[in-house]
């Protein structure tokens, strides 16, 4: 266990340096575009429009290393209520701004709102899974239209199409700071259980979902954000090693097994 909570920081650091050099290699990836490349976008996915998904939340940071602001993602489950990560839930509550409504976080289009507090699973660091948080909102969103929490622990059966979105790194192969989203079919519990033996896959908490020979993933700044199936949130940007590489898939934070809990506290 200790050694996956390690890998986490480290993935973030990482997450954090390689977003912060993004502006400079952006410049090569629109001046040499690789069409057909297995990694476009979000890592491989598409250009997509918050008009069509409103629930999607931008969570900025004032601490975060990037000129917009990008830290991490979340999803509107009530007018004052956003899902997101407990990893990305470790700053002072005035230290965020939810988003909503913007395509490229260097436009000032939708609207914003500062955070007044934070429930973080209060398991998550001292055993697998629970990477799940609920922020309060200071202004609401409302009008908007919001995400039901999956409550069917059996819904990440194997070949589930799912869908995630973020404003995170495409490692340099799309533009930065801007909403993607991508297919990410569910790949079952077996085969990160055997991918992750090392960092620690939690069958009961956490979702496998991504491609066996990758291309296409979430990737850092993505976490927090929402992992989408039949129009519900199925589950939260949570861990991976690297993004999008061959036998390293996305892990997913299983909101079915933490559905109780989330629902007590946006109810609150
Ligand atoms: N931990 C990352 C973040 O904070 C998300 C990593 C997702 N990785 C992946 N390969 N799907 O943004």
Redesign the pocket.
């Known amino acids: 266990m200790t050694g996956k909570f390690q890998l986490?920081r480290a993935?973030?650091a990482a997450?954090a340096l390689a977003t912060a050099s993004l502006g400079a290699v952006a410049v090569t990836a629109s001046a040499a575009p690789a069409p057909g490349g297995p990694q476009t976008r979000i890592?491989g996915g598409e250009l997509a429009k918050t008009a069509d998904a409103p629930w999607a939340i931008a969570l900025n940071n004032s601490n975060s290393p990037v000129p917009s602001g990008q830290y991490?993602g979340a999803t509107l489950v009530a007018p004052t209520k956003i899902v997101t990560?407990a990893?990305?839930a470790t700053e002072a509550a005035g230290t965020y701004t939810a988003v909503q409504g913007r395509d490229k976080l260097s436009d000032s289009g939708g609207q914003t709102s500062k955070i007044t507090s934070i429930w973080a699973d209060p398991d998550y660091g001292k055993e697998g899974g629970h990477d799940v948080a609920v922020m309060t909102l200071a202004t609401p969103f409302e009008g908007v239209e919001t995400l039901a929490l999956e409550t069917d622990t059996a819904a990440d059966a194997e070949g589930a199409q799912s869908t995630v979105y973020g404003w995170?790194s495409t490692e340099g192969t799309g533009p930065a700071d801007t909403f993607q989203k991508v297919l990410v079919p569910v790949l079952g519990d077996a085969f990160c259980e055997s991918a992750y033996a090392s960092e620690g896959f939690t069958a009961n908490g956490e979702i496998c979902a991504?491609y066996e020979d990758g291309g296409k993933?979430?990737?850092?700044?993505?976490?927090?954000g929402p992992l989408v199936l039949n129009g519900r949130l199925f589950g939260v940007?949570?861990?991976?090693?690297?993004?999008?590489?061959a036998g390293?898939?996305?892990?997913y934070a299983e909101v079915a097994t933490y559905a109780a809990q989330l629902q007590a506290q946006i109810d609150s």
Do not use: F, M
Request: hydrophobic share 30%; aromatic share 4%.
């Open positions: 986490v993935v973030l997450g890592v991490c990560a990893h990305c995170g991504g993933d979430s990737c850092q700044g993505d976490s927090g940007v949570s861990w991976g090693v690297g993004c999008a590489d390293n898939p996305g892990v």
